[in-house]
């Protein structure tokens, strides 16, 4: 299962529809109604919403929809992007097609001849069904029986919710995988039903250990870790310490408070998608109302906040919480030895702080453990000193200054 699937998704629908819209392109304009009758040809991008849509003719631009009931049984000489209930496109889709339906069908007529984006409780496709490219899908339930002519990028149903886990324990020789097999058309026999067969990984030898490999993504991952750092330490060197303060007093309270801290922040994605879908209905309805150059902007600067925010909260789960840990812990392991506080002090500790973190999280089958724990000890450790100015953390230290001073007085 590929971890960034609601990313990729989220990026390729503001690809598509943040550009600029022919909305006085045509005179029938961009909104469309609800059906677009056979043998009608619309020449410019539409947006079509009601109870039940229906595309039987043929629109050479984008589409996008908004509906109960869809069926895309027409052409569309561009990208298709829907919302609906119940979706099934049996056309011809020439651009890539984003879904988020609770079930969507592909018939066995249907062509996507791009990717195909799909976020569906069920998702279905006929046996000369045909998606051109690679399928970014994740849903509970899957009956695949088209060719698809790229990579399957899923989290469909049970064995690929399955093979998600192992692969994110570090498991994968203990994946499994179901394989669609269709012929050709027309060496297909009457009545021929798919051939399905499940294939299992750890009943087979494993394949020889490429250190090449191995040692080119362990180089990759210090050296994105130690380049973060190192902006760390040059930028925010103080806020960086402070971070490290409850670790050193509360290390357990502040490991239990990052495990719900990171579980609020992933969900805080889902949020994002929602806010997404929100901005854009807005701009729609402004839209509607004659106000473009209002949704334009509109769009432009939400999506762009919401895409840095989106951004650097990702970096920031993957990059920074690992920091705010690395170095707490290989500073305290320099001070025992050198007591004078120096940059190249500081900046030896990461070094040799984001050496050791890289070959441990490059472990096999517990690699992942040690990233889990030195995640979720700086996202606590992060949450506790946003929670913690920096002033209340000097009185509290100064607080035992004073009090010794007093008894000595006396």
Known sequence: MKPKIFPILLTALLLAFSLPVPVAAADDGIFYGDTIPVGTVVEHDVVLFGETVVIEGTVKGNVFILGNQVIVNGTVD????????????????????????????????????????????????????????????????????????????????????????????????????????????????????????????????????????????????????????????????????????????????TLGIGLVVLVVAFNLFIVGLLLFILIFAVGLGLNFLGLWQVTLALWVLAFSALLIAMVGLGLFIALGSKIIVIYLAASWLFSLFIRRKAFWVNLLALLAGTVVYALLRSLPYIGWIIDLLVTSAGMGAAWVALRRPAQASRVVEEQPKKKAARKTIK
Do not use: C
Request: net charge negative; glycine share 12%.
């Open 78 to 253: 561009g990208s298709l992007v829907l919302i609906a209930q119940n979706a099934a496109v049996g056309g011809d889709v020439s651009g890539a097609a984003y879904a988020v339906a609770l079930t969507l069908d592909l018939p066995a007529q249907s062509v996507l001849e791009r990717d195909l984006y799909a976020a569906t409780v069920s998702l279905t496709s006929g046996a000369d069904s045909l998606i051109g490219r690679h399928l970014y899908a994740v849903g509970l339930d899957a009956g695949l029986n088209g060719q698809i002519g790229g990579d399957l990028h899923t989290a469909l149903g049970p064995i690929q919710l399955y093979n998600g886990l192992m692969r994110l324990l570090g498991f994968e020789e203990l994946t499994l995988e179901l394989h669609f097999e269709t012929p050709a058309p027309d060496t297909a026999p009457q009545g021929f039903v798919p051939l399905r067969h499940l294939r299992i990984k750890f009943l087979e030898p494993l394949p020889t250990f490429d250190w090449g490999k191995w040692g080119f993504g362990l180089l990759r991952s210090w050296a994105v870790l130690f380049i973060f750092g190192l902006l760390g330490l040059w930028l925010a060197r103080k806020p960086l310490e402070r971070s490290g303060e409850s670790l050193k007093s509360h290390p357990w309270q």
